[in-house]
């Protein structure tokens, strides 16, 4: 990997993260690694779900499954 593309990839999980919108790659290896059994989101449904979980009334920030 270019040193480019890893700086541009460190920004864009940045901002992402900066608007609530947590890291699809980082949740795939997450439940890669500590849930193997459960079935992975695609990132369209994981998007629209970190979408729906921000502004939904009554509910806090992301927690996570564990």
Sequence with gaps: MTRLKLVCEMVTQTARLMVGVP???????????VHPDKEIMTYEAFFRERQAARYAVGKGRFRGCC
């Design 23 to 33: 890291d699809y790659k980082t949740y795939v290896a997450h439940r890669q690694a």
